[in-house]
């Protein structure tokens, strides 16, 4: 985060404001978060340090970073006091994991853990739970079991009937700007293209937002947003996470960062 700190200074100036999310006291706490606990009161926090930040009164744009971006739908969704004018998003499940993500660094203990935990009953109540992946796993062949057991992803998707159901629509179709990008090689998140709202069938064929009721019904606004030219679809080449400066600074800060308008800057820390 202290590169991309430096990148958006450089070219917006070093007065622009920007902050970092994070869920735990210290950089392990932080890092233990990103694979155990609770979204809901994860993001619960979030909403309430983020209100408290006189610097984002007016509102800001949000970066956010694999599951971190699905996090920052979430606040848009469920919060958004302030309120996000951008939202950009890199790598992001966002319709859901059909396996449970690989591990960045293969002897990291905590998430071989996670793993381990989620393959011994992901819709379990006790992995529901305890594991924030298993909370946005969208099983393909049991869609039933998703429904009703996951504990995240089909309520801030709309997949159900809730009390919340206008209010996410809403606030999510308020943004100016949603830009989702995919990594062009991504084999961290499967498919690969939920980073565009794209799941896996029961078939293990890929079902296109265009395509979904999500979409169609316009559950959560996107169709709102696309047709009035808010909602952006990019790639970005290469691995999961592996952003160039020259991709970052030419397709995103150059192109919405860049405002005269819109100069605070939030950005959510990848645990």
Known sequence: MGRITALIQRHLGKDTFVHSVKIGDSINDDHNAGFFGQIDQQLDKVCEELSKIPELKHGFNAIGFSQGGLFLRGYVQRCNQPSVHRLITFGSPHGGVSDIPNCMNPKDFTCRLMRTMVHHGVYTDYVQN????????????????YLERNKFLPYLNNELIHKDNERYKNNLSS????????????????????????????????????????????????????????????????????????????????????????????QYRLN
Request: glycine share 4%; net charge negative; with cysteine.
């Open 130 to 145: 305890k594991v924030i992946q298993a909370q946005y796993y969208r099983d393909p062949s049991n869609i039933k079991g």
């Open 175 to 266: 943004l100016n700007k949603f830009i989702m990008i995919q990594f062009s090689q991504d084999v961290m998140i499967k498919p690969a293209q939920t980073s565009w709202f794209w799941v896996d069938d029961e078939d293990n064929e890929l079902v296109p937002l265009e395509s979904q009721s999500l979409y169609r019904e316009d559950w959560l606004g996107l169709k709102k947003l696309n047709e009035a030219g808010r909602l952006e679809f990019l790639v970005c080449p290469g691995q999961h996470m592996q952003i160039s400066d020259e991709y970052f600074e030419q397709q995103i800060i150059a192109k919405y960062l860049i405002d005269g308008n819109l100069q605070m800057i939030k």
